[in-house]
């Protein structure tokens, strides 16, 4: 992160694990974002102690409500980050909210599996149609055409337990439905880069690896 420099960033799902580490990381940089902005379900809950002490120390952290199921749920938080930024624009979207769940093939159900699809991959899907955009500040000193998270960009937090050609650890665990939304995740991210390369917004996908 020490190359990155963006004045705004929302990180989903950053009350614990992987999104937690991101806020951490982003407010330890050097030159920190101007405003990080941290969502989950519920921020006043006791799984959002750390999130919540975080933002007492650091007044460009704004903890933000946000269901990524919930259309109505991202159309509030995308005003509450608006009126934040003052028409700024957001410039790095980090869709890392996600849940799992131990099924294998004899075990998944309809409902475990519209659920994990919908958080995984519809979440995504809708946050991002609320796009970043580029920050005319960092435009300015940061020339040229080429796709940055500096500039706009959307990270999607996939796994290699997705991947169709090398289905990671199968024979430790199936997890059918991660699999099967986090595959889906990455075509997602696929149409995101083709139809968004027009507005200049980087999309990608990553695999951050076994983490706690």
């Not at 050097?30 to 975080?54: H, I, M, S, Y």
Request: charge should be positive; include cysteine.
């Amino acid at each position: 992160m020490a190359e990155l420099r963006v004045c705004s960033v929302l990180v989903t799902g950053a009350n614990r694990g992987i999104g937690l580490g991101f806020v951490r990381n982003l407010l330890a940089m050097p030159d920190p974002p101007k405003w990080v902005f941290a969502t989950c379900r519920d921020p006043k809950g006791q799984r959002a102690q750390e999130l919540q002490n975080l933002a007492s120390k650091h007044p460009n952290l704004v903890i933000v409500p946000l269901d990524v199921t919930d259309p109505a749920s991202i159309k509030v938080a995308a005003a509450r980050v608006e009126e934040q930024l003052k028409g700024s624009g957001l410039n790095l979207l980090i869709n890392n909210a996600g849940i799992g769940k131990l099924n294998t093939l004899e075990t998944e159900t309809l409902e475990d599996m519209t659920r994990i699809y919908t958080t995984n991959t519809v979440g995504p899907l809708l946050v991002g149609q609320v796009r970043p955009s580029h920050d005319t500040e960092l435009q300015q000193s940061s020339p040229g055409s080429a796709l940055s998270c500096s500039k706009a960009a959307i990270v999607n937090i996939s796994s290699s337990a997705g991947s169709i050609a090398s289905p990671f650890v199968w024979e430790l665990m199936q997890v059918v439905s991660y699999r099967c939304s986090k595959a889906a995740l990455n075509m997602l991210t696929k149409c995101q880069s083709l139809g968004y390369r027009e507005h200049g917004i980087l999309c990608v996908a990553l695999h951050p690896g076994g983490v706690q």
